[in-house]
């Protein structure tokens, strides 16, 4: 067990230790910020509005700017979760690019104990930067008006923030192990920054789009955590919006913009409550720890 923390305090310090690396792990979300401060606000206060029919006297405007807000929050979070895990892990190319793999491999510590310390020390790196991420939005939003959340549900946002980070971890580092240099990884986190945005509806409600692209999006683990994001983040938001309606829709623009920027997600048919997402996001986990863990010990079996 010394050993493996050595090793995982040795992969983060690694990391840390280059500031290029942080910033760009950080970069996809700064990105959606000033997408969101110059162009994307607008367009999903536009659909808040569209959808009110009649309520717009009713509905307190600072919630509609507040729910517009914390959509943004949920965004910048989950293509957090996408990038700065990726970043994280490439780590692992580094090393094998230049050799220390090789040097690590040849230690006693076994390979299953080597892989997963390069995984422990990816999530804790996602987990501290997406939660700074969380932590700085949450007391921006607390400065711009209420978020009418209770502790119980910022707490829940961080253990979102944490399951997310271990997901998509553990997806990218099956990938990770494909990768054989540098700039193929550095090409291919190109193209990730700039889907992510698209794949969890930070840009374009996925609503929006048809129903088979949704069902793809929504197989990624991210786009659930999102959704359970917005849950959390946006449930006292839209519990204000629906006292202030006093039921006179019948609780139906609620439920409506809910279902424009996918508060559950959907695929084929399959709509997923916040329990049956974590379950979903759980079982891809464990599926990609399996196999990277063999896909690490053949590797080593090869040289």
């Known amino acids: 067990m010394k050993e493996f923390i050595g090793l995982t305090r040795r992969n983060l310090l690694v990391f840390f230790k280059d500031i290029l690396a942080v910033f760009f792990s950080l970069l996809t979300s700064i990105i959606v910020f000033v997408l969101y401060l110059l162009f994307l606000k607008g367009t999903f206060v536009d659909a808040m509005t569209?959808?009110?029919k009649g309520l717009e006297n009713i509905v307190n405007s600072n919630d509609i700017e507040?729910?517009?807000?914390?959509?943004?929050?949920?965004?910048?979070?989950?293509s957090a979760i996408i990038t700065v895990p990726y970043t994280c892990l490439q780590t692992i190319v580094k090393d094998?690019?230049?050799?220390?793999?090789?040097?690590?491999?040849?230690?006693?510590?076994?390979?299953?104990?080597?892989?997963?310390?390069?995984?422990?020390?990816?999530?804790?790196?996602?987990?501290?930067?997406?939660?700074?991420?969380?932590?700085?939005?949450?007391?921006?939003?607390n400065i711009m008006g209420d978020v009418y959340m209770p502790a119980s549900s910022v707490a829940a946002s961080y253990g979102i923030v944490l399951l997310g980070s271990?997901?998509?971890?553990?997806?990218?580092?099956?990938?990770?192990?494909?990768?054989?240099?540098?700039?193929?990884?550095?090409?291919?986190?190109?193209?990730?920054?700039?889907?992510?945005?698209?794949?969890?509806?930070?840009?374009?409600?996925l609503s929006r789009f048809s129903d088979s692209v949704m069902s793809v999006c929504?197989?990624?683990?991210?786009?659930?955590?999102?959704?359970?994001?917005?849950?959390?983040?946006?449930?006292?938001?839209?519990?204000?919006?629906?006292?202030?309606?006093?039921?006179?829709?019948?609780?139906?623009?609620?439920?409506?913009?809910?279902?424009?920027f996918s508060f559950n997600a959907k695929s084929f048919g399959t709509t997923f409550t916040g329990a049956g997402s974590t379950l979903y996001i759980l079982v891809i986990a464990l599926v990609c720890i399996v196999l990277m863990t063999l896909a690490y010990n053949k590797t080593y079996k090869r040289r």
């Open 50 to 52: 569209d959808t009110m």
């Open 66 to 78: 507040m729910f517009a807000n914390g959509i943004l929050l949920s965004g910048v979070l989950g």
């Open 96 to 141: 094998r690019e230049n050799g220390v793999d090789s040097d690590i491999c040849s230690t006693p510590l076994k390979r299953w104990k080597i892989i997963l310390s390069y995984f422990t020390a990816s999530s804790v790196s996602a987990f501290l930067l997406t939660s700074l991420i969380l932590t700085i939005g949450l007391i921006v939003l």
């Open 166 to 205: 271990l997901s998509s971890t553990s997806l990218f580092m099956v990938v990770m192990l494909l990768m054989r240099s540098s700039s193929t990884s550095t090409a291919f986190f190109g193209i990730l920054a700039a889907a992510s945005g698209f794949v969890i509806g930070a840009y374009i409600p």
């Open 218 to 260: 929504n197989l990624f683990p991210a786009s659930h955590i999102t959704s359970m994001l917005r849950n959390v983040l946006l449930s006292g938001v839209t519990e204000s919006i629906n006292s202030d309606i006093n039921g006179l829709d019948n609780g139906a623009f609620v439920t409506a913009i809910k279902e424009v």
